[in-house]
């Protein structure tokens, strides 16, 4: 068995619209590094993060809790050092914090020769998810953990569904560099919501399923209005209803809040149109000061792995 691995945890977008805490989906090439070793005194280490400033404390780390978490577990008491590479910044949207609590639960999973399978995992990473939004939320860990395009369609008992994905589908993210913390964008969401809103919800939720089996580009761009979540968090984010607005107009099927923001992703069917609303996202932005990253991406087939 290896006492070292390195591998790579893809960015990952939850919600996609319509499905607050149940879809998500995986990004391509985008995503952080860790190298995990063994050790022999039993205990978490971060020796290091490159890239951005985050807690070293293994105790409040998203990837050394849901590491914990598989090894309380398992009974272990297997030690690890953690060097982790971040390349987006925290409170993005874009799943940072599961990338290193999947990451996190896959490299020590690998190393103790694989004892859970990757949906087993995901109950571990949630841990993480856990730490850093109070809430055991798993639409970003499951995407990272199992790949492709997921479905949580329950929680208790945990269940979780594969989706597939049309070959042309194609994801524009823009990040502009406000920090939107996830406790915070959930603490804003009413708590209640009436029964026509609801209606209108889950009939968007089932369209969009449906045309992600169908490959039904069009059913899957009217499918993606979020008539919850959207309207409130959008005041979060400098130059949301332009870029929306603007993303369509540019032939965008649909455009959402990434996860809980401040990232706003577009779907598109082809790549030509997602490579030229990545450039309209990039200059609204420089237009008024603000910096901004984009980013464009197929649906990650594979989730987090070794490399
Ligand atoms: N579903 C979570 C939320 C994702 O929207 O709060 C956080 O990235």
Redesign the pocket.
């Known amino acids: 068995m290896a006492d070292k691995i390195k591998i790579f945890s893809p960015a990952t977008v ?2 996609v619209g319509c499905g ?2 149940v879809l998500g989906f995986a990004l391509n090439g985008i995503g952080e590094e860790m190298e995990v070793s063994k050790r022999d005194d039993g205990k978490l280490v971060i020796d290091e993060i490159i890239g951005f400033d985050l807690p070293k404390d293994a105790a409040v780390n998203t990837a050394t809790v849901a590491a914990r978490a598989l090894l309380d577990a398992a009974g272990s008491k297997q030690g690890f050092s953690f060097t982790i590479k971040k390349t987006i910044n925290p409170g993005s ?1 874009m ?1 940072t914090s ?1 990338s290193s609590s999947a990451g996190g639960v896959f490299a020590v999973n690998e190393l103790l020769g694989r004892p859970y399978t990757p949906a087993q995992l995901v109950v571990f990473a949630m841990e993480g998810e856990k730490a850093v ?1 109070k ?1 055991a ?1 798993a ?2 860990v499951a995407p990272n953990l199992l790949g492709g395009f997921t479905l949580v369609r329950s929680y208790e008992p945990l269940d979780i569904l594969s989706l597939p994905v049309p070959e042309d589908l194609f994801v524009t993210i823009v990040h502009p560099q406000v920090e939107v913390k ?1 406790t915070d ?2 603490k804003i969401l009413k708590k209640q919501v009436d029964l026509t809103t609801a209606v209108q919800q889950w009939g968007n939720v089932g369209g969009l399923v449906s045309g992600l089996y169908e490959s039904d580009y069009d059913l899957i761009g009217r499918s993606m209005v979020d008539v919850i ?1 959207e309207p409130i968090r959008k005041i979060l984010i400098p130059l949301y209803d332009e870029v929306k607005t603007q993303s369509i107009a540019d032939g965008a099927l649909g455009c959402s809040i990434a ?2 923001g401040p990232s706003i992703f577009t779907f598109s069917n082809g790549e030509e149109t997602a490579h030229q609303i990545k450039s309209m996202m990039q200059t609204k932005y420089d237009e008024v000061g603000i910096l901004a990253y984009t980013y464009m991406s197929k649906i990650g087939k594979e989730g987090v792995r070794v490399i």
Request: proline share 0%; hydrophobic share 20%; charged share 20%.
């Open positions: 939850a919600n607050y805490d949207g799943g599961a939004s809430k939320h639409d970003n996830t964008a959930k979540v996860g809980s």
